[in-house]
T-cell receptor, first 113, second 116 residues
Framework: DAKTTQPPSMDCAEGRAANLPCNHS???????VYWYRQIHSQGPQYIIH???NNETNEMASLIITEDRKSSTLILPHATLRDTAVYYC??????????????FGQGTILTVHP | DSGVTQTPKHLITATGQRVTLRCSPR?????VYWYQQSLDQGLQFLIQ???????AKGNILERFSAQQFPDLHSELNLSSLELGDSALYFC???????????????FGQGTRLTVV
């Protein structure tokens, strides 16, 4: 699976947009970009995923660059409950990895009042 | 609530013992994944089952084993436990995860294992 690079930590003010970057310069054409978050030792929570088009759901938006080498997760109005570790993962479709998710170190997002 | 159920939530046991962790996947999900998260460590993939068959193996010790039963629930068996096996163990499930990367996986709340 392609490796990802994320900043180790970020801060955001409550009510503002949180923009979390991820670099995945070695991504292959059949690899999806996934975002998960983990709030204080709870089970990781799925946020969003995409292949090459931008995606939006009730939790967040995912912006993938045209060359697919990087992406940004956007939490439009961050709240204190969004404080968590955010993981950007590229996940292969097909092959022998059978869709497993390989987690890196993630970005610790701290939302301040 | 992700729909993935793990039991027990907490487990304290002594070194050298054997324990079994149980995972019930979401209804309809055929794939089950097991992950280990030690203190200050990231989530390490252990093993994946798809419809009863082992499909992928990660950093799983020989002292650990898993299986997925016909009703699709899975068990992770940890034997000859050592202090270093203390960790959170998460189970995840997804509909496919076989050849399709376009399916999200949902995680349970984990089992916290403490070896004393």
């Amino acid at each position: 699976d392609a490796k990802t690079t994320q900043p180790p930590s970020m801060d955001c003010a409550e009510g503002r947009a949180a923009n979390l970057p991820c670099n995945h310069s070695t991504i292959s054409g059949n690899e999806y970009v996934y975002w998960y978050r983990q709030i204080h030792s709870q089970g990781p929570q799925y946020i969003i995923h995409g292949l090459k088009n931008n995606e939006t759901n009730e939790m967040a938006s995912l912006i993938i660059t045209e060359d697919r080498k990087s992406s940004t997760l956007i939490l439009p109005h961050a709240t204190l409950r969004d404080t968590a570790v955010y993981y950007c993962i590229v996940r292969v479709s097909g092959g022998t990895s059978y869709g497993k998710l390989t987690f890196g170190q993630g970005t610790i997002l701290t939302v301040h009042p | 609530d992700s729909g993935v159920t793990q039991t027990p939530k907490h487990l304290i046991t002594a070194t050298g013992q054997r324990v079994t962790l149980r995972c019930s996947p979401r209804s309809g999900d055929l794939s089950v994944y097991w992950y280990q998260q030690s203190l200050d460590q990231g989530l390490q993939f252990l093993i994946q089952y798809y419809n009863g068959e082992e499909r992928a193996k990660g950093n799983i010790l020989e002292r650990f084993s898993a299986q997925q039963f016909p009703d699709l629930h899975s068990e992770l068996n940890l034997s000859s436990l050592e202090l270093g096996d203390s960790a959170l163990y998460f189970c995840a499930s997804s509909v496919a995860g076989l050849l399709d990367g376009n399916t999200e996986a949902f995680f349970g709340q984990g089992t916290r294992l403490t070896v004393v």
